[in-house]
Every structure is written in structure tokens, then in C-alpha cells.
């Protein structure tokens, strides 16, 4: 959209709770919501679930919720379930929140071992998107991470954000440097890449065993 003389401020992200056919999403309460989450994303089998964020990782459920309501003050956190089970599967953050120009992040996504690579982390994300684009009417949407998180890095490709380029020496983490990759989607790409998610994630797409017949990324360049 290059004529915008009509455009005007777009609501913040509001996402209240959306169900899936495999995820919930609602906003994160803490320190409510510390102990249920607590088991599924931290713990010493799980501390390099933390490595590439500003926060984390977490010895106890008070700290988890400490460090959540610090840090996320400016995010809007949110909690991805089951569908079914409502058992806490992971966390994604709206962040760098603009309405003025209609832009968001989604930032500080830590996903469980069972959700990541699953059908249910691609729809948390689809779901996560389609709120930015078609509720609020927002014009872009970001992800960012460190350069050195290469799965995040794929992860970023194969939902569709677009490489933008590296901002170096853009932060001090953790006692590291941090060079951030930046990637975006932009309202006018969107069509395309809501239609991919929705093929892909239609049952037809996977076999008896759950495997996928057609990758996203082949799905979207096929659209």
C-alpha cells in the first residue's frame, strides 16, 4: 500500500482467546500462570530453550513469573495450549507494538519439546499472524532474533517472513554480543501466506502417520 492518506491508527494487539484444531491462545497471566508453564518450557533439560533470549532460564516458578512480568511489561504475552488438554505448551509475545504506523513483533517465542516442529506450533503462529492482519488491519509484521539462531532463522523463512538484513552489534545479551537478524511480512503478502498455512494445515496434507505430503514453503511457491 503506497497511497496512505486514508490510514489511520490501528488498534494494539488484542487477542483475547482463539481456538485452534490443536492450539488455544490467550494472554498470559502471571504470576498466575508461572507454575503450569513452569514444567513444560524450564527446568535443567530445557535451560537451552532460553539460550538466544533476553530472559531466562528460570531455577522456579517465582522467578519465571518475576522475570515475566519485568521484562514483558512492554509485550503482550501470550500462552499457546492444547486444544484439548489446555495444558501450557509454550509462550509468543507481541512486542515492539506501533499502531501509529501499524506494525508488531512477534518476539520471545519459547516452545515446549512436544510443540516444536509439530502442526500445532505452525497453526499458534498462523493464528498469532492473522490477528495482526485481518483483526487490527496492521501493514507489517516482524520477527527478530539473534544471527547465530540459525533454527530461528529457518523457522522465520518457512512461515514467510521475508530476510531483511542484520543489524550488527545491535545488542549486549547475556554478557554476548548480539547481531540481529530482522525479517518481515507485509500486509500485501499476506493472501498468499494465509492461503499456504491453511493448505498446509489441512488434514489432507498429512499421511496415516502424520507425515506432511507438501511443505509450506513449496506450498506457498506453488501459490
Not at 6 to 30: D, H, M, Y
Not at 94 to 103: D, E, L, Q, T
Not at 117 to 141: K, S, V
Not at 157 to 167: A, I, K, T
Amino acid at each position: 500500500m503506497t497511497d496512505l492518506k486514508k490510514w489511520s491508527v490501528r488498534p494494539a494487539p488484542n487477542l483475547p482467546s482463539v481456538t485452534g484444531r490443536f492450539v488455544k491462545i490467550e494472554p498470559a497471566n502471571f504470576p498466575r500462570d508461572a507454575a503450569t508453564l513452569f514444567p513444560s518450557v524450564c527446568g535443567p533439560e530445557d535451560d537451552d530453550l532460553w539460550t538466544y533470549l533476553p530472559i531466562g532460564p528460570f531455577a522456579s516458578p517465582d522467578d519465571l513469573a518475576t522475570e515475566m512480568m519485568t521484562a514483558g511489561a512492554d509485550w503482550k504475552i501470550h500462552l499457546i495450549l492444547d486444544a484439548q488438554t489446555n495444558e501450557p505448551l509454550g509462550t509468543a509475545s507481541f512486542m515492539r507494538i506501533r499502531p501509529k504506523v501499524g506494525s508488531a513483533e512477534v518476539g520471545c517465542v519459547v516452545f515446549s519439546r512436544r510443540l516444536q516442529r509439530t502442526p500445532a506450533a505452525t497453526e499458534a503462529m498462523h493464528l498469532m499472524a492473522r490477528h495482526i492482519f485481518e483483526d487490527l488491519g496492521y501493514r507489517r509484521y516482524e520477527w527478530k532474533c539473534d544471527d547465530a539462531n540459525e533454527p530461528s532463522k529457518r523457522a522465520a523463512s518457512r512461515l514467510g517472513f521475508q530476510f531483511e538484513g542484520v543489524f550488527r552489534q545491535d545488542l549486549v545479551v547475556k554478557g554476548r554480543n548480539r547481531d540481529t537478524a530482522w525479517f518481515s511480512m507485509l500486509d500485501s503478502e499476506w493472501p498468499i501466506i494465509k492461503a499456504a498455512f491453511e493448505k498446509w494445515l489441512d488434514p489432507a496434507n498429512f499421511d496415516r502417520d502424520g507425515q506432511q505430503r507438501e511443505g509450506l514453503k513449496d506450498i506457498r511457491a506453488r501459490l
